[in-house]
């Protein structure tokens, strides 16, 4: 077995896997809290990658040049502040209007408000790809080997991880992590015992949809292009992966991502590229149909 | 908010306009922050295929002026759905100003602008549509008007229940005639009223029946349908090519195939509940349509499979002394073929609602219904889960399978991109919007959304010649399309058709509100 190929293999899915994972957390925080799939979440990361790729150029129109890291701190700050916003407009306007109705009427204006985004964007964006080139370059070779890790594999690594850190203090240990936390077990009680829900749930919305665009961010600065119906695959594949993980877990969406993507590039590398979502979607049915509760998520149990 | 502008002006008129002022303000704010990338600075591609800004604040000032104003007129007029149709006049008004601003400027640069024409069209528009909302306004909140319909409805139910399913048989069956006599000149121009409009929605309306049995009637949430839409589809093709199977063999086969994938796919997801049944069942769809875009040697990949043309008892359609039109000493003429698969469908559409209203009244109908309310009780009365599920799956996918052979027949040939997941995602709207269960509702609800969508096509050029060559409203069409299902969940959540008729009942029949039958988890 050629080593080479392997831990390369496993480099890039590992990279892939950070995108799916900030993508995942989005999904698990709000099922975990509303029980609803937010539809409309893979399309607010392809929002929050054209907004990161629009400020991206306006820095670039900047009289003064900074440097480049700078400029992406600058990026990923501006893309997940106006990412929110588009969240909590749609979660304003779509689903808490809907609160309390039955459990399909959400996932219908979600879909719908998927619709939308997509169709907004194409209009006003134009439908074409657009791509830059690398912003972020340089390739390390690991001594000894042929395997290379690209700078830009670092940063996406790195953030993910980061990121993740920060968001995972909140929830564990902030007031506002354990007014999710309780509104997911019980949103009536924990209404009772002075938590605004309705803020709690917005507030999950833009954590959700700031960690979309940090997701949308490193997409775009990792493929160099986007487009606007490059929410979609990534939106379900993700939402796979946050079940995998086990939904309404947090290191779970992570897990699932990472698993999901490590499935898929190593089943393209050494199968088959055409079938890759094949491979993705099969185990995860398969994981689901053994193991109804996910990877590391809680089973639910059944009250008569 | 309010009751701290209430507390600031003692004028309660003076505190209404000022909180609905201060609301109005946000909303244009948030509408800044929303719309001041995506709007404001769209990243083209110029002529030289470089990546480029073109600032367009025009745009979007438009945008949020539109919205503060939206907001205002709502908060003032007090809310509601009342509030929502007049926040329409300020917002139709900005729109057509602004637009009428942009033709002054470029025809002002180009010095052609015929300022009375222009003037008069933009007038027109505003004033249509100025009356178009308050005859809106008028229907939904005089209450004269509104007692003078429900009594007028009430009246003629009892007769409209009994009659109107033979009525709407009998408008079926004459419609392509009336079409082709009174509403187009030669029956070349038929196809738009029979293929594009009614086959269209028809299939929807057999794929949102066949969808409802699953979604509706049992509750299994499925967003793989478009599956059994594709195994129907592939069936006939493949047979057809390869064993020189005529359509009408094939179409019982691809029912009994996708009948067979059903209970294939819903064997293994038995146990599972609400949205993990739906994202497996999105997970076989996908799996098969990738199966399908990939699969070159059997399915033809991206160039899909040609398929044959059905037959009228052996007789094709087709040129020639051998074909339908010779036969009936007749001029051929391809419209003759897309009539012939209109009344089709009709007749299958006809045997499906039948078989689906006997199918509720009969014991597996009655028990996918217990399902859907609740499953424990009724697995503690005995009845087999198991076999409810997996024939709810089963007839379900049959019907869709049906489609699938008829979309095949239709089209002349089946590939992957009529297959994919938005196809899913359409039917389930539209069973949703109509009103889970009721095969009228869901009738309605496709009529609606696939015939508008299909409208919106011919929108363009009426509206070009008012508000120049650069608007473009075909682009905005699944726009619009996604708006409407907001905007209906929110104002209707039941869908269109929000009461049901119990198929079993003690002493006598009523019609059930909708909020009372509860959505299955599975």
């Not at chain 2, 995506?38 to 919205?67: K, R, S, W």
């Not at chain 2, 070349?188 to 929605?201: F, M, P, V």
């Not at chain 2, 938005?422 to 696939?450: R, T, Y």
Request: charged share 10%; glycine share 10%.
């Amino acid at each position: 077995m050629d080593y080479n190929l392997f831990f390369q293999v496993l480099i890039n899915g590992l990279s892939l896997g950070a995108i799916y994972g900030l993508i995942a957390i989005g999904y698990t925080m709000v099922y975990g809290i509303l029980g609803m799939i937010n539809f409309a979440h893979g399309d607010v990361f392809m929002t929050g990658a054209f907004i990161a790729l629009i400020s991206f150029m306006m820095s670039t129109l900047m009289p003064a040049v900074m440097p480049v890291a700078v400029v992406l701190v600058l990026v990923l700050v501006v893309s997940m502040v106006f990412t929110s916003v588009w969240s909590w407009t749609i979660e304003r306007i779509a689903y808490r209007p809907l609160r309390g109705s039955f459990r399909l009427a959400p996932l219908i204006t979600a879909i719908g408000m998927s619709i939308v985004l997509q169709n907004f964007v194409q209009i006003h964006q134009g439908p074409r790809n657009k791509s830059l080139p690398d912003i972020i370059t340089g390739v390390w070779t690991i001594p000894g080997t042929d395997i290379q890790i690209q700078n830009k594999q670092i940063l996406v690594i790195a953030t993910t991880a980061v990121l993740l850190a920060v968001f995972s203090y909140i929830v564990a240990r902030t007031p506002l992590g354990r007014a999710q936390r309780a509104c997911e077990q019980d949103r009536k009680m924990a209404a009772l015992l002075g938590i605004n829900v309705d803020r709690t749930i917005s507030i999950t919305f833009i954590i959700g949809a700031a960690l979309a665009a940090v997701a949308g961010t490193i997409f775009f600065v990792y493929y160099g292009q986007i487009n606007f119906y490059d929410g979609f695959i990534p939106g379900i594949k993700a939402f796979t992966a946050a079940v995998l993980g086990g939904i309404g877990s947090l290191p779970g969406a992570v897990l699932g991502g990472l698993l999901i993507a490590l499935i898929e590039s190593l089943w393209s590398a050494y199968i088959s590229p055409d079938y890759k979502d094949v491979a993705a979607f099969a185990i995860l049915a398969i994981v689901l149909i053994f193991m109804p509760s996910g990877i590391l998520g809680h089973p639910e149990t059944e009250k008569v | 908010m309010n009751t701290r502008m209430e507390n600031f002006c003692t004028n309660p008129a003076k505190a209404r306009f000022s909180g609905a002022l201060f609301q109005g303000i946000c909303t244009a704010f948030i509408a800044f922050l929303l719309f001041v990338f995506i709007v404001g600075l769209p990243a083209d591609l110029n002529i030289h295929n470089e990546l480029q800004i073109t600032p367009q604040f025009g745009y979007l000032f438009n945008y949020v002026l539109i919205a503060g104003a939206g907001r205002f007129t709502w908060c003032y007029s007090g809310g509601g759905i009342r509030g929502a149709v007049l926040a329409f006049f300020p917002g139709i008004i900005l729109f057509i100003a602004y637009r009428a601003w942009l033709y002054y400027i470029s025809a002002a640069v180009a010095g052609n602008y015929v300022f009375s024409i222009q003037f008069g069209q933009l007038a027109i528009t505003a004033i249509m549509l100025a009356a178009l909302l308050a005859a809106a306004w008028l229907f939904l909140y005089s209450s004269r008007i509104r007692s003078a319909i429900a009594g007028n409805i009430a009246a003629i139910t009892p007769a409209m229940q009994r009659y109107a399913p033979g009525m709407i048989i009998a408008l079926l069956l004459i419609y392509p005639v009336f079409i082709v006599t009174f509403v187009v000149d030669n029956m070349a121009q038929s196809q738009k009223w029979i293929d594009n409009y009614a086959i269209q929605i028809l299939i929807y309306v057999m794929l949102a029946w066949g969808l409802n049995i699953v979604v509706g009637l049992a509750g299994l949430l499925d967003l793989g349908y478009v599956a059994f839409y594709a195994v129907g589809a592939y069936t006939v093709a493949l047979l057809g090519n390869h064993f020189g199977f005529s359509f009408w063999l094939c179409l019982p086969i691809a029912g009994i195939f996708a009948a067979l994938w059903g209970v294939m796919i819903g064997f293994p997801v038995l146990r599972l509940r609400g949205d993990y049944l739906a994202i497996v069942t999105l997970a076989f769809g996908e799996i098969v349509r990738t199966i399908l875009q990939n699969w070159t040697p059997v399915t033809g990949g991206a160039n899909g499979l040609f398929v044959k043309k059905a037959t009228f008892f052996g007789i094709p359609f087709e040129r020639g002394p051998n074909g339908f039109a010779a036969f009936f000493g007749m001029k051929f003429q391809a419209a003759h073929y897309k009539i012939f698969l209109y009344y089709i469908i009709v007749t299958l559409l006809i045997l499906m609602a039948w078989i689906i209203t006997r199918l509720r009244r009969l014991p597996i109908g009655r028990v996918w219904e217990a399902l859907r309310e609740d499953e424990i009780a009724c697995r503690s009365l005995g009845i087999n889960t198991v076999t409810a599920k997996l024939s709810a799956f089963a007839t379900g996918a049959m019907f869709g399978g049906f489609a699938g052979a008829f979309f095949a027949a239709r089209q002349g040939r089946a590939d992957y991109t009529s297959f994919v997941f938005m196809e899913s995602v359409i039917v389930l709207a539209i069973v949703v919007l109509g009103g889970m269960g009721s095969l009228s509702g869901i009738a309605i609800a496709a009529i609606v959304m696939i015939g508008g969508m299909e409208l919106l096509r011919e929108i363009p050029s009426s509206l070009q010649m008012i508000f120049g060559p650069d608007f473009r409203p075909e682009q905005y069409r699944m726009l619009w399309f996604g708006l409407a299902m907001v905007c209906v969940m929110i104002l209707k959540p039941r869908g269109f058709v929000s009461s049901r008729t119990p198929s079993a009942f003690l002493n006598r029949k009523k019609a059930v509100p909708g909020h009372f039958t509860v959505e299955g988890n599975g």
